[in-house]
C-alpha cells in the first residue's frame, strides 16, 4: 500500500540556519511527489512537486527537494530560514491512473517547523 | 483571482445532527476534491470529482457522508447523524482538468460535533 512517513513530528532551528524535513514514501513505481506548507488558519500551499527528469527540483519561497529513488525519500531543503518560515509542512505522493497523476495525495502526517529567533 | 471558497469556515453542531458543507472550486477547474484533517495529522483522502461525477469515492468512511457536486462547479459535502469523531477540518481543493495539474486547496471548514 502507499504511505508516506515523516519521522519529525517536531523541529525547531535558529533563523539563518539550513533546513531539512525528512520524507520517506512506500509505492509500487515511480511516484508523483509533493510538498505543501500550512500556516495556522490557512489552507495548503504546494511548495513543489516532483513528477519526472531531473530529481533536484526547486519550488517556492527558496525551498528544494531532491527525489532519491534508492532510499525512497523526497526530502526538502533551505540554506537559510527566515522566522516566516515556521508552519506545519506536509509531504505527499499522488496516486495515479495509468501515467497520469489522479490528484487524489497521501499525505504524511506533517512536521511542524518553529523558527528560534 | 478568486481561490478555493469553503463555507462555514467554523460548524459546531451536536451529536446526531445533518450538516452541509459547501465548497466553491477556482472557476473554470473540473476537477474537486474533499479532504478530512484531524487534529495533528496530514489531510485524509475522501472523494474526488471530476466534472459532475464522482471518479473516486474511496475515501469516504460511511454511508453517513455523501457528496454531490450537481452542476460540475460547486460541491456539498453532507454528513448525516453526525459523531463526535467526525470534528475535523474538511478541505477541499480543485485543479484545472485532475490529472498533473496543482491542486489548489481552500482554507477549510473546521467541524466541531458536541
Known amino acids: 500500500a502507499q504511505s508516506v512517513t515523516q519521522p519529525d513530528i517536531h523541529i525547531t532551528v535558529s533563523e539563518g540556519a539550513s533546513l531539512e524535513l525528512r520524507c520517506n514514501y512506500s509505492?509500487?513505481?515511480?511516484?508523483?511527489l509533493f510538498w505543501y506548507v500550512q500556516s495556522p488558519g490557512q489552507g495548503l500551499q504546494l511548495l513543489l512537486k516532483?513528477?519526472?527528469?531531473?530529481?533536484l527540483v526547486q519550488g517556492i519561497k527558496g525551498f528544494e527537494a531532491e527525489f532519491k529513488r534508492s532510499q525512497s525519500s523526497f526530502n526538502l531543503r533551505k540554506p537559510s530560514v527566515h522566522w516566516s518560515d515556521a508552519a506545519e509542512y506536509f509531504c505527499?505522493?499522488?496516486?495515479?491512473?495509468?501515467?497520469?497523476?489522479?490528484?487524489?495525495?497521501?499525505f504524511g502526517q506533517g512536521t511542524t517547523l518553529q523558527v528560534k529567533p | 483571482g478568486a481561490g478555493v471558497s469553503q463555507t462555514p469556515s467554523n460548524k459546531v453542531t451536536e451529536k446526531g445532527k445533518y450538516v452541509e458543507l459547501r465548497c466553491d472550486p477556482i472557476?473554470?477547474?473540473?476537477?474537486l476534491y474533499w479532504y478530512r484533517q484531524s487534529l495533528g495529522q496530514g489531510p485524509e483522502f475522501l472523494i474526488y470529482?471530476?466534472?459532475?461525477?464522482?471518479?473516486?469515492d474511496s475515501g469516504l468512511p460511511n454511508d453517513r457522508f455523501f457528496a454531490v457536486r450537481p452542476e460540475g462547479s460547486v460541491s456539498t459535502l453532507k454528513i448525516q447523524r453526525t459523531e463526535r469523531g467526525d470534528s475535523a477540518v474538511y478541505l477541499c481543493?480543485?485543479?484545472?482538468?485532475?490529472?498533473?495539474?496543482?491542486?489548489?486547496f481552500g482554507n477549510g471548514t473546521r467541524l466541531t460535533v458536541t
Open positions: 472557476s473554470g477547474h473540473t476537477a
Open positions: 509505492y509500487g513505481a515511480t511516484p508523483y
Open positions: 516532483y513528477f519526472s527528469g531531473d530529481t
Open positions: 470529482f471530476q466534472g459532475t461525477g464522482a471518479a473516486d
Open positions: 481543493a480543485s485543479s484545472l482538468i485532475g490529472g498533473n495539474s496543482p491542486l489548489h
Open positions: 505527499a505522493v499522488g496516486a495515479k491512473m495509468g501515467s497520469s497523476n489522479t490528484g487524489k495525495l497521501i
